[in-house]
């Protein structure tokens, strides 16, 4: 029997980009080599704004899962 079912799903994608954005000093050593790249993982991921939109359109897939039922009817 058909149903209309309704549901969220949460799809996960991984994409490697590569883009020019001055990196703040404070993740830099003396010579301009990243030196804390954890802490300039941390900034992008809080700074999105400053480098999202300059992100050339690709990703691939790596799960998708239904979330739950949400209705059925």
């Given at each position: 029997?058909?149903?209309t079912?309704?549901?969220?799903i949460?799809i ?6 590569e ?8 993740f ?18 809080d ?5 999202y ?9 790596q ?11």
């Amino acid at each position: 029997m058909n149903k209309t079912v309704k549901f969220p799903i949460e799809i996960v994608t991984l994409g490697e980009i590569e883009i020019e954005i001055d990196v703040p000093e404070e993740f830099l050593d003396e010579d301009g080599e990243v030196c804390d790249e954890d802490g300039l993982c941390d900034w992008l991921n809080d700074n999105d704004e400053k480098w999202y939109e300059t992100v050339p359109d690709y990703e691939e897939i790596q799960s998708m899962e239904v979330v739950e039922i949400a209705n059925v009817y």
